[in-house]
């Protein structure tokens, strides 16, 4: 199967991050001033520019606010997909209320554009082992593929031992492809996060440079995703820990020209345009 690479925005406000969930209350979103629109529309514009088409996982709550939005990510040659509504770690739901959200979410983004919705990817990409079981959900719900299992060890997320490149779940109702997030490694080193959010703000640029001639020798894709507060380093300031705070606002201010660089690497397309989501022949594994 041939490499791809992926583009991927996933379409929140900086509000609505995990790291802030302690002091900003989902009752309070709305009081917040909202930054996604004229982000989202930033990023667009840089796609334009650059000739790259992704796939922009939204946030159901900011669909149903923000519907012209939806239409104009669709109406310029994106696919849509599903972050789901409220923003929660999936481990933290029941499997009830994990449909719940799930359903709602994609519901909310097709009434918002008029396209079917196929993806989704988890907030916090907390789709980890204590939670596989939101895949047999996903697959129910009508949700062809998924992208939140990364493959590395992490406060919050990650599932080392998951393979590197696409692969298939069976469920009970009918398999799920699985499209883990980018890593790569140093001889028999641990997997290393590559090419998206934090680790393309933080790291230096040559640590992107180095990951990628890594996975062309193994002939991994490469799937680079990003969030709209990233190139927003005006974005009102929320008062939280030491590293909530680094994580979340150190390198606002080199984001898009990062970014530029790691499109000027590859050639970009969507989960929906490429090989990934629609080989027919995948490694079937169970999570």
Not at 3 to 17: K, N
Not at 34 to 42: G, P
Not at 156 to 171: D, E, K, L, N
Not at 209 to 232: F, M, N, S, T
């Amino acid at each position: 199967m041939p490499a791809d690479s992926i583009m991927s925005v996933d379409v929140e406000d900086y509000f609505h991050v995990e790291a802030f969930s302690g002091v900003v209350a989902r009752d309070q979103w709305s009081s917040f001033p909202s930054r996604v629109e004229v982000n989202t529309l930033r990023i667009l514009d840089l796609f334009d520019e650059t000739s790259v088409k992704g796939t922009f996982f939204v946030l159901g709550w900011v669909a149903e606010r923000f519907p012209r939005l939806v239409r104009q990510i669709a109406d310029r040659g994106h696919e849509l997909a599903s972050h789901s509504y409220w923003h929660r770690l999936v481990y933290s739901l029941t499997p009830e209320e994990f449909r719940a959200d799930t359903i709602l979410a994609r519901d909310s983004i097709e009434q918002a554009s008029g396209k079917a919705v196929d993806g989704y990817r988890a907030p916090s990409f907390s789709i980890v082992s204590r939670s596989a079981w939101a895949l047999d959900i996903l697959a129910e719900t009508g949700i062809r593929y998924d992208s939140s299992v990364f493959p590395v060890r992490h406060d919050t997320y990650g599932v080392p031992s998951a393979p590197r490149g696409p692969f298939q779940v069976m469920t009970g109702s009918g398999p799920i492809v699985e499209a883990p997030m980018t890593t790569f490694r140093i001889g028999y080193g641990p997997n290393l996060p590559l090419g998206g959010g934090g680790y393309l703000r933080m790291l230096p640029s040559w640590y992107t440079r180095y990951g990628l001639k890594q996975l062309a020798k193994e002939g991994l894709p490469v799937i680079c995703y990003i969030h709209p507060w990233e190139l927003d380093p005006e974005q009102p300031r929320i008062q939280v820990g030491l590293k909530s705070r680094l994580r979340h606002y150190t390198n606002l201010a080199k984001t898009a020209g990062r970014l530029r660089e790691l499109i000027a690497a590859r050639q970009f397309t969507s989960f929906r345009d490429s090989d990934l989501v629609n080989a027919s022949q995948l490694q079937t594994i169970k999570l």
